[in-house]
């Protein structure tokens, strides 16, 4: 059964930085788009970065763009979310998700095209 389980969530403050894991497990997951969202309590869920299956291309919400970067271990079937120069506004549970790729370079930004979610990790940005 595929599985997706995100880790290193938790409380920082306002310029710090975090680094969530997720690892796959269940399948492989080379042949999927991953992507990375996030809740904030009383918001719909949004997309905040994805990466292709090879790794080599990447796209981010504007919110996050020169803070956060996504990068991908396929032989470790594992996705990273670099999180610096945190801010109040990042404070959220963030999930992991995989999205069956048309090709190389595929970039899913709907969660509607994302089947495989984790549960979540929280992430909390004091000021």
């Known amino acids: 059964q595929a599985q997706l389980v995100e880790s290193g969530g938790g409380l920082v403050q306002a310029g710090d930085s975090l680094r969530l894991s997720c690892a796959a497990s269940?399948?492989?997951?080379?042949?999927?788009?991953m992507g990375w969202f996030r809740q904030a309590p009383g918001k719909e869920r949004e997309f905040v970065a994805v990466?292709?299956?090879?790794?080599?291309?990447?796209k981010f919400a504007d919110s996050v763009k020169g803070r956060f970067t996504i990068s991908r271990d396929n032989a470790k079937n594992a996705v990273y979310l670099q999180m610096n120069s945190l801010e109040p506004e990042d404070t959220a549970l963030y999930y992991c998700?995989?999205?069956?790729?048309?090709?190389?370079?595929?970039?899913?930004?709907?969660?509607?095209?994302?089947?495989?979610w984790g549960q979540g990790t929280q992430v909390t940005v004091s000021s």
């Open positions: 998700a995989a999205a069956p790729a048309r090709n190389s370079y595929t970039l899913p930004l709907s969660s509607r095209e994302y089947i495989y």
């Open positions: 990466v292709s299956v090879s790794g080599g291309f990447a």
């Open positions: 269940g399948r492989t997951f080379s042949n999927y788009a």
